[in-house]
């Protein structure tokens, strides 16, 4: 074997772990008789050992913190547009709301005037709307910007929106319903503009899910 | 830890600038040494391995989830450091002042090869003499041994980082290994 061609190759590709097994045997039996060679070995390998003995470095105090601050601006657009992508069914529905709330405040500020779904045979006195004793509401009744005083029956659904429920008789220690004349179906009472909203999403699904 | 570096990418590619802050901080003293090794100057290498995290950071993008992450990022510090060797106007060694580099600096560099290896471990301690004979290695070599040895990457990860053939990386590091036992053999 010569030393410097063949044995020298054999031992880096030892310590490369790039080595065939009988390679290695003839790599062994070299050294045994190769005193240079055993001498060069032993000089890699050491080599080796030396290299990894090397202490590690530590960075500057605070590079990270310069790093983060040279990072170019964040684009807040591109952002958004990738959270849309990662989350669609969140944009569709994030999308949904900002239309519906936008709808909604804008009929809550915009019409303050006094609304009632029927009109016959109530009467509105201002700001007031009264069910009189002998009269019967058939079907739902919605009173929007007004206050809703009942003495006689409604058969449906009550909603009063932005406005109240007055009891004709203050003193009647027995609570609202009491003091109201019938309502044979659900009282609503919405004054607030969270409630307002709901009732519009609620009314909207309703639509929306509505089985005829 | 791959994994949890992993995981950290794919909330940096979302947009999160928190997780590539951990990135950095995991990183940063690996690749600030190895530009110190390549480069020799303390200030300089602070520049590059800065360099290195704004460019990962611009391009994350193009970093494919599946292979290593210390990888990728190598083969930038890589392509970053031998680009500013290249680019050296030859002057800059004889005007090079290196300050806090563990004796890296230029002139002892100089000086040391004209005297005799006793003289150097005397003059020396051992580490800062090991060190200072990678950086009188040339560059080619220098890179190759850096990434073997002191970042223990395995020679086809190497292969990678330096887009050379495993051939060339086995080559390179074989007589890296020669010219660092002449200089190490009397130590
Ligand atoms: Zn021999």
Redesign the pocket.
Known sequence: ?K?KKE?IELMHRYLDGDILKEEETTLRK??EE?E??QQ?FHELKRTVTLLQSTENIQAPDHFTASVMAKLPPEKKHVKYIKWFKLHPVLTAAAIFFIFMFGGVLTSWNQDNQLVVSKQEDLIIDGETVIVPHDVTVEGDLVVKNGNLIIEGTVDGNVTIINGQLIDEQPFDQEGLMASVGEVNGELTHVDQVFEWMLYHIKSFFKNVFAVD | MEQLIKDKIIQVKRGNRAAFEEVVAFFQDRIYHHCLRMIGNAHEAEDIAQEVFIRAYVNIHSFDERRKFSTWLYRIATNLTIDRIRKRKPDYYLDAEIKGTDGLDMYSQLASDHRQPDEEVEGLELKQFIHNEIANLPAKYRSIIMLRYIEEFSLNEISEIMDMPLGTVKTRIHRGREALRKKLRHV
């Open positions: 074997m030393c044995a070299h050294l190769c240079t060679c060069h």
